[in-house]
């Protein structure tokens, strides 16, 4: 798929020197170090740290906050249970 990007110059020569050293196209390269990044982030393991007897887990970045409303509204409900 063809798109266009903007990139900081720095970055652009950066990728540019290591597209040439490895004998891929700009655009390829760009393609890999985005595949890359995705595919960590998928991978990256859930921080879990303990507060107050109760265990945390941290979200993973992207993810949408939760509001301490909407998380009393579930408890309210499910106390009727």
Do not use: C, W
């Amino acid at each position: 798929m063809r798109t266009t990007v903007e990139v900081d110059e720095q970055v652009y020569r950066t990728v540019r020197e290591r597209a040439q050293r490895t004998g891929v196209s700009v655009g390829r390269l760009l393609g890999m170090l985005v595949e890359q990044a995705l595919a960590a982030e998928a991978d990256a393991p859930l921080l879990i740290k303990n507060s107050h007897d109760f265990s945390v887990v941290a979200a993973r970045p992207g993810s949408p906050q939760i509001s301490a409303e909407a998380v009393q509204t579930v408890l309210d409900s499910n106390a009727m249970i």
